[in-house]
C-alpha cells in the first residue's frame, strides 16, 4: 500500500507550514529592505536641501561671474561622490536582499525536499510488490528535479555576482570619468 491518507495530511500540512515560514521570512526582509531605502532616501534628502541651502547662498555671495562660476564648478567633485556612494549604498541594500532572498528560498527547498524523500521513501516501504520500477522512476524524478533547482540556483547566483562585479566595474570606471569631466570644467 501507498502512505496513508495520515502521512499525506502531515506531509501536506508540514508543506504549508513551511511555505508560510519562507512567506513570513521574505516579507520580513523586504520589509527590512524597505526601511533601509526608505532611510537612504530621507538621509540623501536631508543633506542634498542643507548643501543647496549653504550652495545658494554662497552663489547669492559672488562678487562676479568668475567667481560664481568657481563656486558651481568646486561643487562638482562633492556631488559626484556623494552620487557614487549613494548607489554604492543602494547597491549593498539590493545585493543584502538577494542574499537573504537566496538563503531563505534555499533553506524552503531544502525542507521541501527532505519531506518529498521522507514520502517517497514512506511509499516505498509500503508499495505493493511489483511497482518497484514505478517507485524507482519516481525516485529518479524527483532526483532529477532536484539536480534541476541546484543547477538553476547555481546558475541565478552566478547571475547576481556577474550583476554585482559589473555595477562595481561600472562604477569604478565612472569615478575617474567623472573626476576627469571635473577637474576639465575647474580648469575653463
Known sequence: MFPSQDAISQAAKANIESSL??????????????????????????????????????????????????????????????????????????????????????QQFADVSRQI??????????APPGSENAVAMFKTAFGNAAAGYEQFNKTAKQAVQAFETNLTNAASQFTPAGNQTVNQNATV
Do not use: C, M
Not at 533601509?36 to 540623501?44: F, P, S
Not at 547669492?60 to 561671474?65: G, K, N
Not at 524523500?117 to 509500503?126: L, M, R, T
Open 21 to 106: 515560514n519562507l512567506y513570513t521570512t521574505l516579507s520580513g526582509k523586504a520589509l527590512e529592505s524597505i526601511e533601509k531605502l526608505w532611510t537612504l532616501n530621507l538621509t540623501a534628502v536631508k543633506a542634498s536641501l542643507d548643501e543647496s541651502s549653504a550652495t545658494t547662498r554662497q552663489l547669492l555671495s559672488a562678487r562676479d561671474p568668475q567667481q560664481f562660476a568657481a563656486l558651481i564648478n568646486a561643487q562638482a567633485k562633492p556631488t559626484l561622490d556623494k552620487a557614487i556612494a549613494y548607489n554604492g549604498h543602494l547597491a549593498n541594500i539590493a545585493s543584502g536582499v538577494q542574499a537573504e532572498f537566496s538563503r531563505a528560498a534555499e
Open 117 to 126: 524523500g521522507q514520502f517517497v521513501d514512506e511509499a516505498a516501504k509500503n
